[in-house]
């Protein structure tokens, strides 16, 4: 039988679609509250940070050393199943992400591309599947929080057909 | 008495200078790992997030909306008893940071002013005496993680003579 061809054309991120899968950390909700004598609006609580299990909480950060073109084809997922991990960029960009629901494994059908808008960062809540990080510039970095520890904490899953990420 | 006056000329930031109040969060130590088959170089542990008694981790974005200038005077510094503190650039630019070494009073020969780089972040461990933050644009964006809980968790000393932290 020949392979299947699924066609993944990403959409605006925004919190509502996202939701069952993360967080989006932006500072565009409506419950900012002032700081320092007003000097700053401050947006808090804007992802669940999760550790499980006793694990400590990471701050790193990744560098693009090989910046990704679209479309690209994508035959695996990842995913964490001790803890979240957030990515923010460090400078103004866009990002294209994909997800799959928690889960045993993966149906191509809930296959969702988001892109992202300068200044917003997104955290994966623990298990979510995800694509690899991508970048589109050398050079770019990106914060990242997520539980630290020994424990294995990445699982991998090939997808059954050419999955095939669209431009923007 | 008159009133004596102190000028504090911002250094460079680097992690050796910042060791006694915290950490320098930025992509250029040594040990760069490489993930997602090397299209990423990964720097890990940045910084020591701290969020002691049973607090959680509170991941915020802090938006400038009245830009400071320098010079300016400084009256007052502030300490969290209870976590670390970090703040990180969501767009490349520049800050400047005060600092005194934690303990029960701050000594004006003890102050630091510190000018970061774009895209370097720091994190204030636990009990450092800080500036509250500043910012030199309107809409600059900060990525914040502290400590969350309704502990307070914020002392504020007021200075005993004037500080005049000098322009860059």
Not at 10 to 27: C, H, K, Q
Not at 114 to 130: C, D, I
Not at 144 to 158: H, P, Q, W
Request: hydrophobic residues 45%.
């Amino acid at each position: 039988m020949a392979e299947r061809q699924v066609a993944l054309a990403p959409l605006p991120l925004t919190s509502e679609r996202f939701a069952p899968y993360g967080d989006v950390i932006e500072a565009s909700r409506g419950d900012a509250a002032a700081m320092n004598e007003a000097r700053f609006e401050r947006f808090d609580n804007l992802c669940d940070v999760d550790a499980a299990e006793g694990g400590s909480v990471s701050v790193s950060i990744a560098r693009c050393r090989t910046a990704t073109e679209l479309p690209l084809r994508i035959d695996k997922l990842e995913r964490h199943p001790l803890g979240s991990q957030a990515f923010i960029p460090l400078q103004l960009c866009e990002m294209v992400i994909v997800v799959a629901p928690p889960g045993e494994s993966v149906d191509l059908s809930e296959l969702r591309a988001f892109v992202t808008k300068p200044r917003q960062g997104f955290n994966y809540h623990r298990g979510t599947w995800h694509m690899p990080l991508i970048a589109f510039s050398t050079g770019h970095e990106f914060l990242v929080i997520d539980r630290g520890g020994a424990e294995t904490n990445c699982e991998e899953v090939v997808l059954d057909d050419a999955v095939m990420l669209e431009a923007v």
